[in-house]
């Protein structure tokens, strides 16, 4: 993580003297705070009227797993650990929580559900459905069957979520709970994204995010391909949900200005309430903004950055700092898993790519979301699977490094003893094709799994060394697919705006550039970048006028957003042509490993069917009618 700004810690924020971006004087420093729940943690950003960071903290939250493929997590919980870590960022950091104007989130797109009458968490866990974990998880894959069944309707609405609807969505997780509920227990249960959940929590307001119902739930904001609810009465009806569109479909959150309020991010949908200002040391009534899905929030945080481009990466019919320039750029936030987020003026349909999306962000435009399954967990199975493994591990402790970082010295060590012209120039002879967890975009098949040219016996660290840059290599090569499938599909993607752990990873990065042929922009925030993101959230929602009317997002994106670091294209011939000719082994390993499991499953079709075996297939049959929908699709 990049180091926080200084701070004087002699005198109080509140009693000094700042000028605000207007050129005005301001007696009291202004504070915005966002709210990053991860997977495994829950994140406090405390940024200033400039956008600097002023202070950071986290605290793990619970996932549980009941049994295989089921993830589920608690709002109790996750709430307790967002107090805590809002308190201790305020604290360590001397913050006076008077100055604080607005409060942003972002969270997983997981699914979180309360009682409409109590608004108490109903749980999630079967059979019983007696614990307070009321959140399925985005990487719950229990709804195998239920997802089958939505897509074999070939509804409209899901040309909105790439041709099909992931297991990862949640209007599966809902037909699941309908499906292993008491009807008496289901029929009290309304739901939420988890960010809309949060605001919730945090304002006792029943609004929702664009952000959270567009990209997952299956609604279609109101005049896009004739949508007048938003949510569509006859697909929730066709899969079984039609007691989800009574009351014009309160449980889900109603209709746009009838029964409901829907708005883009960061839009203020509240104030702190009393209660919640209290769990969180803070003083009641400060605006809050309409949360978003945690990727969209690392676009926010990364995409407005101050960096110098060459023009061939900048649209010239527009200024450098103007919201049209964003349409080029591709915010890619890196995790455990990949999300790529682009934004377009007017709908662009890609096959194995969610969306487009209006309004979701900034009302009027259209975002997109294409994505690899696993990258950093990708990165760690192969390294903990290879013999040299635990001597990699135990050298770089040594070191005091950790184990990427020490591999990456030892790729340099091996080129320089060869006196090669690059690091790429040793893996030449070696391909890797890395889906080892199915395959998001732009193939948006699970079946889709990993394969070797060129593998050898070779147990050494230099052996781990190449699989590990191999791995790096398909990483890179796989981005440059899915943005070629975006371009031509009508997106101009002529830049990277990256975020999250690997890009600490200097050769992924040069690896990235050279083999995509296009910048990669590494924020100043590497860390925080999302929760900054959500931060600024906060600031929009505070800039709301008595009418409700708030400033624009990218105004405040430029404003806050910090100078980052360009990773530009190689420059040398030899390892661009080397690049070009392995991305080309790469596609060809990708269409062949279809190829190959379409003739196998021709012969195999009818073979093993067996009256015993049958009953043991229900769910694999399932899957792989899921599969092969996606695949058609795409």
Sequence with gaps: ?????????????????????????????????????????ARACIIDHKGDIVGLASENIGLWQPQQGYYEQSTNDIWRCICSSVQRAMDQHNVDGSTIRGIGFDATCSLAVFSHDT?????????????????????????????????????????????????????????????????????????????????HIATGNE?????????????????????????????????????????????????????????????????????????????????????????????????????????????SHFAKNDKSQAFSRLAAVAGTSTCHIAMSPEPVFVNGVWGPYRDVLI?????AEGGQSATGELLKYVLETHPAFQQALSISESYNTNIYDYLNEHLRDMAQKVEAPSVSWLGRHFFFYGDLFGNRSPIADPRMAGSIIGLSNDKTLDGLAIYYYGTME??????????????????????????????????????????????????????????????????????????????????????????GKAVLPTQDKGEKALLDVKYKVFLEQCQQQQDIRNKIDEVVADWGHTTDSKKHLSKETASKELSEEMSKEA
């Design 363 to 367: 009302p009027g435009y259209w975002m």
């Design 474 to 563: 398909f990483i890179a090569l796989q981005t440059r697919q899915i943005i070629e499938t975006m371009n031509k599909s009508g997106h101009q993607i002529s830049s990277i705006f990256m975020s999250g752990s690997q890009c600490q990873n200097d050769i992924l990065m040069k690896v990235m550039a050279a083999a995509c042929g296009i910048p990669v922009l590494i924020p100043r925030y590497v860390h925080a970048a999302v929760a900054h993101g959500a931060a600024m959230l906060g600031a929009k929602a505070a800039s709301s006028d008595k009418s409700g009317k708030t400033e624009d997002l990218w105004n405040i994106m430029d404003r806050m957003s910090k100078p």
């Design 207 to 315: 609004t929702r995010s664009f952000c959270s119902t567009v990209c997952k739930q299956g609604f279609v904001p109101v005049g896009v391909d004739g949508s007048v609810k938003g949510w569509q009465e006859d697909f929730l009806k066709e899969i079984g949900l039609e007691d989800l569109t009574e009351d014009n479909f309160k449980r889900l959150g109603g209709v746009d200005g009838v029964n409901g309020n829907y708005l883009s991010a960061g839009e203020r949908c509240g104030t702190l309430s009393e209660k919640a200002a209290r769990e969180m040391g803070l003083p009641p009534g400060i605006a809050v903004g309409s949360g978003v899905i945690d990727a969209y929030a690392g676009w926010v945080g990364t995409v407005g950055a101050k960096v110098t481009l060459d023009a061939s990466a900048l649209d």
């Design 119 to 199: 608004d108490e968490p109903v749980s999630v866990t079967g059979p019983n459905f007696d614990n307070d974990h009321n959140i399925v998880l985005w990487l719950d894959h229990r709804p195998i069957e239920e997802t089958a069944k939505i897509n074999a309707t070939k509804h409209n609405l899901l040309r909105y979520v790439g041709g099909t609807m992931s297991i990862e969505m949640e209007i599966p997780k809902v037909l699941w709970l309908k499906n292993h509920m008491d009807p008496e227990l289901f029929a009290r249960c309304k739901f939420y994204d988890l960010a809309d959940a949060l605001t």
């Design 1 to 41: 993580m990049s180091s926080l700004p200084f701070r004087q810690p002699s005198r109080k924020p509140s009693r000094q003297m700042s000028t605000d971006p207007h050129n005005e004087l301001n007696p009291q420093m202004e504070h915005y705070i966002g709210i990053d729940v991860g997977t495994g943690s």
